[in-house]
């Protein structure tokens, strides 16, 4: 990547400084695509950290304040907290100024946020599919994006020119975007993210709470299978409550799909229909096949996992 | 790791040399650990790839051939050959050889190869807790065992002088061992490794199988979580397939305990219950951290994923 010659925004303020704000504030600095970082946060102590870290220009814990003059203003909170945070802001926004967020669900943010949007400022809804299991200021990193997806979800009617200004910004942070519409988004992420989050948290509650498996068993033999859907079900808690609260019909709809599929599993295991599970089996494989082909996943097998030794 | 001294055993046979046998092979020889490597394949291919590769010492087909005078014997092949295969070779044991094998599932395998074990034989079935989605000769490496687990779980009776000799071989490999009774590893490693099996090749098949979704967006989307499953649900089907018929009772009481958290988990979205959801996000995320402080997986965010760029 080469910085930017000129910078693609005037200021940027990021409300909410976690794993994406954070990386965001890191890639956004280290090329130059912003002339000003102002960062706001609820808490001080985060606000402190970031700080600390030398993610922006200016701290306030006021987003109202955070937002004057400008020029993008990029919510990165719990989608649950869109609604008050947009409302917060409102009356601080700059004529002309975009607003946008990162949450992982789409339509149901629309509907928070747009409401308390004023007259002549544009609202510009975004998804960056990448991340990792880890939160908070110190976990972001200029990378993250790199060849992962950014989705924007502009509602009717939005100026295009502001939507092209988003989608330079989310291309400069080193994503590929794509532009869809909100409810088409939330049932792709529903079963691409919401449902594999869902059923690792599951399964790793499953786990825990068995009587006839310890759960010092299940961590000491957890590199058949288990350890991959723990890293999952580390993320971060208030983020994920807040995707299935508010993504709650396309999730019921795919978990529906779901557990129906795996009710016709269960049963060729208890019919010892081998020939359904191996063919099964089988296509699944050309799907990741797939994902590694397009630049999704790492071809190094294991995920390229260095040693674990204590 | 330093080479041995003396080899812990003369002849060793493996009948079978896909991601485990070619890994035991790879690292017995690398450290010395026997005399002579034996290999033996059903499929000829296979044998002239271990050949190409210099994986063994001497190669056949005829696997009764590949134990004679050999005083350890492993069959690394899917746990539904298990039987066949011990009935090909118990005429050509030595007595006094060691017979194990390296199945997933532990008690059917034991009820297979009993019978055909002759007097004076010893039978010490074991389970190294290890691999990659890899499979067949090429996939194997000399440092695949390291800091992982290897259950072994002989019978009642067992000589104990020979369960000795196979953990003394298994820790040289670089496994920690524990012994276990057969029904509890079937247990214990349904609930770790054939669920999240199961569950990752479920949801790669439902992901799959949409109207609403298409397989390409499901493909290029798949940072959000999706792509981590869609890695163990490209596992050796033959093998998963000998997994779920051969450990039923175990899979089916596991996988009724996950459905029946998962239809809690439903419930609580249905109605909106955000703190249960919060509750048993945060707690999922201590099992995560016990699992990464004893070495059972690395701490590097992302599994320490490098760039996935074409």
């Given at each position: 990547m080469t910085a930017s010659d000129k910078p693609l925004f005037g200021k940027l303020a990021l409300i909410g400084i976690g794993l994406i704000g954070g990386s965001i504030a890191r890639r956004a600095r280290r090329d130059g695509l912003v002339g000003h970082i102002a960062i706001s946060t609820r808490r001080a102590e985060t606000l402190e950290r970031a700080r600390e870290l030398d993610l922006g220009?200016?701290?306030?814990?006021?987003?109202?304040?955070?937002?004057?003059?400008?020029?993008?203003?990029?919510?990165?909170?719990?989608?649950?907290?869109?609604?008050?945070?947009?409302?917060?802001?409102?009356?601080?926004?700059?004529?002309?100024?975009?607003?946008?967020?990162?949450?992982?669900?789409?339509?149901?943010?629309?509907?928070?946020?747009?409401?308390?949007?004023?007259?002549?400022?544009?609202?510009?809804?975004?998804?960056?599919?990448?991340?990792?299991?880890?939160?908070?200021?110190?976990?972001?990193?200029?990378?993250?994006?790199?060849?992962?997806?950014?989705?924007?979800?502009?509602?009717?009617?939005?100026?295009?020119?502001?939507?092209?200004?988003?989608?330079?910004?989310?291309?400069?942070?080193?994503?590929?975007?794509?532009?869809?519409?909100?409810?088409?988004?939330?049932?792709?992420?529903?079963?691409?993210?919401?449902?594999?989050?869902?059923?690792?948290?599951?399964?790793?509650?499953?786990?825990?709470?068995?009587?006839?498996?310890?759960?010092?068993?299940?961590?000491?033999?957890?590199?058949?299978?288990?350890?991959?859907?723990?890293?999952?079900?580390?993320?971060?808690?208030?983020?994920?409550r807040d995707v299935f609260l508010h993504n709650k019909d396309a999730v019921l709809e795919m978990l529906g799909r779901f557990i129906e599929d795996l009710f016709a599993l269960q049963r060729s295991i208890r019919f010892g229909e081998g020939d359904k599970l191996y063919d099964l089996f089988t296509r699944t494989r050309a799907i990741r096949r797939s994902i590694v082909d397009v630049g999704q996943d790492t071809s190094a097998p294991d995920f390229g996992r260095g040693p674990t030794k204590r």
């Open positions: 220009d200016s701290y306030c814990l006021d987003p109202a304040q955070a937002v004057k003059d400008a020029d993008l203003v990029i919510l990165c909170v719990p989608v649950g907290a869109s609604g008050a945070v947009t409302e917060a802001i409102a009356g601080a926004l700059k004529p002309g100024a975009i607003v946008s967020d990162v949450g992982s669900v789409k339509g149901d943010v629309v509907k928070q946020m747009q409401p308390f949007i004023p007259q002549g400022v544009h609202f510009v809804p975004a998804h960056p599919v990448a991340g990792t299991e880890q939160s908070g200021p110190d976990s972001g990193f200029a990378d993250l994006f790199d060849e992962r997806w950014c989705i924007v979800t502009p509602p009717e009617g939005t100026d295009a020119a502001a939507v092209d200004r988003l989608v330079g910004f989310w291309t400069a942070l080193g994503s590929n975007v794509e532009v869809m519409e909100p409810e088409r988004h939330d049932l792709v992420l529903a079963i691409t993210s919401h449902i594999p989050h869902l059923i690792a948290y599951n399964i790793v509650g499953t786990a825990a709470h068995l009587e006839k498996v310890t759960a010092s068993e299940v961590i000491k033999f957890s590199a058949g299978g288990f350890r991959d859907f723990t890293r999952i079900a580390a993320s971060d808690p208030t983020m994920w």
